[in-house]
């Protein structure tokens, strides 16, 4: 690929909106073929775009590592800038009624965050429900992020699902189901014969599930208050990890029933009911406020509330069942995190 940047001292670029949607495909890809595939052009077309965008911006934007193309620091630094002026774009040039909205005719690709349990408890489902009205859509699905609106606020996620912690005035929060914690021991456990008391359960060795590697939360507090105290000998950053830990050895961990029953059978675990008041675990969908009205946004977080609809109370080994409450939309818009092993943010 040829190109003439630098640009020649002195010139200054016309202003092309357009570049802005090929930077931010390039940026989205990171390769010319593949920015050239999202926006249907040929791939000399788009190299020539990628020269236009380097003398607009002075900068290389793309430069190549190896076998594959990195951006720029100049470039990471504008591309969420760049991916809110493209969304905007996009939805002023969107017709704002639903009615007018066929998802059959949708070609997009939403980004989803969520911590593994709840990928596999809603990621396919969620799939399966979208691509069956919108075959045209595709779903990334992505570990969860820092545990802030960073990655709605700067459009790298599209919503981001898990247990509502803090409230921040940069996200929209909708409540879709509420799981309760239930501790996880392998079959056999000496844990499970006889009657389970609150000294026993803190007498148990303990794992957590936290991706900042926290040891501790509020089941440590509630214990306290009993004067009780246990003793956690492993963090994994994971639920799936920690249940595989669990299925291997005589440590306890936490997990939501729905969350966690997925894996029960599969690794010989067995749920029982912790003997502690723990709080319930609402799981919430979040997103920016700039989807507030977009169409194929508000059908995306439709797909999202019906497919937790879906799931129906669910029980484990030796756990009863019960209805959720009505789901709604939280009056004081709060943050999406994720709950590690001890029920709070991890």
């Known amino acids: 690929m040829q190109s003439s940047y630098p640009p020649p001292r002195g010139s200054a670029p016309s202003l092309d909106l357009n570049l ?19 926006l249907h052009l040929s791939t000399p077309a788009m190299s020539r775009t990628l020269t236009r965008v380097r003398r607009a911006l002075d900068d290389p934007v793309l430069v ?11 470039a ?71 545990g802030d609106s960073t990655a709605l606020r700067e459009g790298v996620a599209d919503l981001e699902l898990g247990v509502v912690d803090a409230p921040t005035p940069e996200t929209r929060v909708e409540h879709v189901f509420t799981d309760t914690n239930v501790g996880v021991v392998r079959r056999g456990h000496p844990l499970l014969d006889g009657e389970l008391t609150a000294e026993r359960f803190a007498a148990a060795d303990h794992v957590t599930a936290s991706r900042r590697g926290r040891f501790h939360g509020p089941i440590d507090e509630l214990l306290a208050a009993r004067g009780l105290r246990r003793r956690v000998v492993a963090s994994v950053p994971t639920l799936a990890a920690a249940l595989m830990v669990v299925a291997q050895t005589d440590l306890v961990a936490r997990t939501g029933r729905r969350l966690g029953a997925a894996q029960l059978d599969r690794l010989g675990l067995v749920a029982f009911e912790i003997p502690l008041e723990l709080p319930a675990l609402p799981i919430a969908q979040a997103w920016h406020p700039r989807y507030e009205k ?19 109370p669910a029980a484990g080994p030796g756990i009863a069942s019960g209805a959720d409450p009505a789901a709604g939309t939280a009056a004081r818009p709060p943050g999406c995190g994720y709950t590690d092993s001890e029920g709070g943010s991890s």
């Open 20 to 38: 802005l949607t090929a930077l931010d495909a390039l940026l989205t890809e990171g390769s010319v073929t593949g920015a050239a595939r999202r």
């Open 64 to 74: 190549r590592s190896g076998r594959h193309m990195v951006p720029t620091p100049r």
């Open 76 to 146: 990471l630094e504008l591309a969420g800038e760049v991916r809110g002026i493209v969304e905007r774009a996009e939805a002023v040039l969107t017709p704002g009624a639903d009615g007018d909205f066929e998802p059959a005719a949708l070609e997009r690709t939403f980004t989803l965050l969520a911590d593994d349990a709840l990928l596999t408890l809603v990621g396919m489902r969620l799939l399966e429900r979208m691509r069956a009205q919108a075959p045209g859509v595709s779903l990334r699905l992505l570990p969860e992020g820092p």
């Open 294 to 312: 977009d169409p194929a946004h508000r059908w995306l977080r439709r797909c999202v509330r019906e497919t937790a609809q879906d799931l129906g």
